[in-house]
């Protein structure tokens, strides 16, 4: 198995990033999938949610009405479109697959992580 996510860097509040997980090795359309971050200090939150294949998705609260989760099973890849970024969304984002087609909110719902990529806010 293996998830490798790309499209973090800097920017600025109130700006945009789209990160994108490609993953491999097991059946990308059978399982849930979730963005979790991690600021430094901070405990890791799940930011995100979407079930196999029925686009049922989750968002923290914080999140929610900027980002948007999505994926694309033909292409085995996961995506997080993110607008209006706050200095607090500065975090390594990881994706993580979940244990079956319908997603969990909390960690012990996920059982693969990719290593990140980090996200930025600065003016």
């Known amino acids: 198995e293996r998830l490798v996510e790309s499209g973090g860097g800097l920017v600025q509040p109130g700006g945009s990033l789209r990160l994108s997980c490609a993953a491999s090795?097991?059946?990308?359309?059978?399982?849930?999938m979730g963005w979790f971050r991690r600021a430094p200090g901070k405990a890791s939150e799940l930011a995100a949610a979407?079930?196999?294949?029925?686009?049922?998705?989750y968002y923290t609260d914080s999140v929610k009405g900027r980002f948007t989760i999505a994926r694309d099973n033909a292409l085995n890849t996961l995506y997080v479109e993110m607008n209006n970024v706050m200095p607090v969304d500065a975090a390594l984002y990881s994706c993580?697959?979940?244990?079956?087609?319908?997603?969990?909110?909390?960690?012990?719902?996920?059982?693969?992580w990719g290593q990140g990529t980090q996200v930025t806010v600065t003016s």
């Open positions: 993580a697959k979940g244990q079956g087609p319908l997603f969990g909110v909390a960690p012990h719902g996920y059982g693969y």
């Open positions: 979407i079930n196999s294949d029925d686009d049922r998705t």
């Open positions: 090795g097991f059946n990308f359309n059978l399982y849930a």
